[in-house]
């Protein structure tokens, strides 16, 4: 009798255990749960030249600036931003691309050794939310400040540079280069240079 019970036993916590994992499986499968992202070894903007343009137009559809930037696509990318470098290049920026908006995308300033100015973008590319954001050197993950904002799209720019080009909620973005083209109202931006 106790060898069946013992037989028993192990039969059902063997079930449990493969259930468990099928399911915590299926969870991560499905997004349902985030996996951990390794950060990349180094950030985009060491590796490459640029190759998007953002244009910040105001409500009259003139030109209030252009950046041309790099584009993290990945997790990993995401993850690494600008982390670990040590300065953005001027009239430069890093575009953080998703497949869909959030109603809230939160940034930290992890690793990082410079301030810079982070704009959210909707959907419509309609600036949503606009932080200047400083390195917090020594602070522990969960301490570090969070940036947040609805976004389709982030971009992290130089320090300051959305104050003195008058970036603001509100704003329209069109975003021109070989693998995201995107201008107000949804439609495909032509590769060109300003207006």
């Given amino acids: 009798m106790q060898s069946r019970f013992?037989?028993?036993?192990?039969t059902a916590l063997l079930l449990t255990g493969v259930v468990t994992l099928v399911v915590a499986g299926l969870l991560v499968l499905s997004g349902g749960v985030a996996a951990p992202v390794a950060?990349?070894?180094?950030s985009v903007v060491l590796e490459e030249e640029p190759t998007h343009r953002v244009f910040f137009e105001n409500q009259r559809g003139h030109t209030l600036w252009v950046y041309d930037v790099w584009v993290a696509d990945?997790?990993?990318?995401?993850?690494?931003?600008?982390?670990?470098?040590?300065?953005?290049?001027?009239?430069?920026?890093?575009?953080?691309?998703?497949?869909?908006?959030?109603?809230?995308?939160?940034?930290?300033?992890?690793?990082?050794?410079?301030?810079?100015?982070?704009?959210?973008?909707?959907?419509?590319?309609?600036?949503?939310a606009v932080h200047s954001a400083v390195?917090?050197?020594?602070?522990?993950?969960?301490?570090?400040?969070?940036?947040a904002g609805r976004a389709r799209w982030v971009l992290e720019i130089p320090h300051r540079s959305a104050d003195r080009?008058?970036?603001?909620?509100?704003?329209?973005?069109?975003?021109?280069?070989?693998?995201?083209?995107?201008?107000?109202?949804?439609?495909?931006?032509?590769?060109?240079?300003p207006p």
Avoid: N
Wanted: avoid cysteine; hydrophobic fraction near 30%; glycine fraction near 12%.
């Fill in 39 to 42: 950060p990349a070894t180094t």
């Fill in 6 to 10: 013992r037989r028993s036993t192990r």
């Fill in 135 to 147: 390195p917090e050197p020594g602070a522990a993950e969960g301490d570090l400040t969070r940036y």
């Fill in 74 to 128: 990945s997790p990993r990318e995401r993850y690494q931003g600008l982390s670990a470098t040590d300065a953005l290049p001027r009239y430069h920026g890093l575009l953080f691309v998703y497949d869909q908006e959030a109603a809230t995308r939160t940034f930290v300033m992890r690793g990082m050794r410079y301030p810079i100015d982070i704009v959210f973008i909707d959907r419509t590319g309609t600036v949503t």
């Fill in 165 to 193: 080009h008058s970036i603001v909620p509100g704003t329209t973005v069109r975003i021109t280069g070989p693998v995201y083209a995107f201008a107000p109202g949804g439609t495909p931006a032509s590769d060109g240079g």
